[in-house]
């Protein structure tokens, strides 16, 4: 049995999403979410193929494994926003597809397609939309219920070239006037993850264009925008957060970091005052932060952080405190200080060999 069972199985099985508007586009989408119009959990349990693996009561979903893939098929749904910015809470579950897709981000995310027929189903014009490259919400309060939208928005429009509608961007407007700082900053940073890592300057340029950053906090301030793209790019391989270094400078107080992403930022205020007045200097300060930390530096000293990545990072000692010992010293804060010592030689002049350094350290001690 394999997955195409599955959509011969019933006419109520629907690709709802991202799915369909990814294969109007022609591109490929990562993952396969289904939407079946009745209880997909009741439904999941009728076929005599394939392994349930999870099951959510409350948003009438299953995880269905097959063929060694895992899919989630989702109950057609209606929800409400009791607490604004919040989760939804379920209204009800089993209902007809035309409310589901009401329930969703932009027109182009709520277009569905018949597994079995291959019918494209469009309540609400988001094949226009896709045609005009437009995003356009499907209610007023949207961005009310789930002010995360506002960056999906942002992440969609760079990765596809789209634009908000004008209804869409004055009800954004709207809602920048007046952020409600109750919201799940969970989801937000999730969004602002996503959308960063499309390492797009255009995804900084809009964020501080159309006063997206007014979601962080409420005494984030407009910022200067720097590029951040071409140092980013040039460096990809080393750095595991992308998204930090485009936002680390922003006011990112309500966003819980990981302890890597803290790291990341105290480092790099501390950097913001620290004596870089030599190489030395340099080399030491740089040398336990993390790039992402080196790459927000750069916005302000960006000479001196290419300076460190692109040449004094690649020297090293060629002598360690083994060769001391060897020489009959005992292990001593001296040690640290004259091996110090040699390598702010060694970083004047990169020609000192390894006979000259030891030489050196000898002098030293
Ligand atoms: N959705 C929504 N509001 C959100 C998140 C999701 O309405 N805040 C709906 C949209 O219909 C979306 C679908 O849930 O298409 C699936 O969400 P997700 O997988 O996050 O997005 P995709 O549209 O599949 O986009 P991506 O390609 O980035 O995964």
């Given at each position: 049995m394999n997955i195409i069972n599955l959509y011969e199985?019933?006419?109520?099985l629907f690709f709802v999403g991202g799915i369909v508007r990814d294969e109007l586009l022609g591109k490929k989408s990562p993952d396969i979410d289904l939407t079946f119009v009745g209880d997909a959990i009741e439904f999941a349990r009728s076929l005599d193929f394939g392994e349930i693996t999870q099951i959510n009561e409350e948003f009438g979903s299953v995880h269905l494994k097959i063929d060694n893939k895992t899919i989630d098929i989702t109950s057609t749904r209606t929800e409400t926003y009791p607490k604004k910015g919040q989760l939804p809470v379920v209204d009800k579950i089993a209902c007809p597809l035309k409310d589901d897709v009401q329930r969703r981000d932009f027109t182009v995310n709520a277009i569905a397609k018949n597994c079995k027929s291959g019918e494209i189903v469009d309540y609400v014009g988001g094949i226009d939309d896709l045609k005009n490259k437009t995003l356009r919400v499907l209610h007023d309060k949207s961005f009310i219920d789930d002010p995360t939208r506002i960056i999906r928005g942002l992440k969609f429009a760079v990765r596809f070239g789209f634009e908000l509608d004008e209804h869409t961007k004055k009800l954004q407007d709207e809602y920048l006037q007046n952020v409600?700082?109750?919201?799940s900053f969970k989801r937000l940073k999730d969004e602002l993850t996503d959308a960063f890592k499309?390492?797009?300057?255009e995804v900084l340029h809009k964020f501080i264009e159309q006063n997206l950053y007014k979601l962080l906090s409420a005494d984030q301030r407009s910022a200067k925008e720097v590029q951040v793209q071409p140092l980013v790019d040039k460096y990809k391989n080393e750095i595991k957060n992308v998204w930090i270094c485009y936002?680390?400078?922003?006011?990112?107080?309500?966003l819980s970091l990981t302890k890597t992403e803290t790291k990341v930022i105290d480092d790099y205020k501390k950097l913001l005052s620290a004596d870089l007045s030599s190489d030395f200097k340099v080399y030491k300060a740089f040398?336990?932060?993390?790039i992402e930390s080196l790459i927000l530096l750069a916005q302000t000293k960006k000479e001196i952080v290419e300076k460190y990545l692109d040449k004094l990072r690649k020297i090293k000692l060629q002598i360690s405190g083994e060769d001391l010992i060897k020489l009959g010293y005992k292990p001593s804060r001296k040690f640290a200080q004259a091996l110090d010592a040699v390598l702010q030689a060694v970083i004047e002049?990169?020609?000192?060999?390894h006979a000259q350094q030891l030489d050196m350290v000898e002098k030293i001690m």
């Open positions: 199985k019933s006419e109520n409600n700082y109750e919201m499309l390492n797009k300057q936002l680390g400078s922003f006011d990112l107080s309500n040398e336990k932060v993390e002049n990169p020609t000192l060999n």
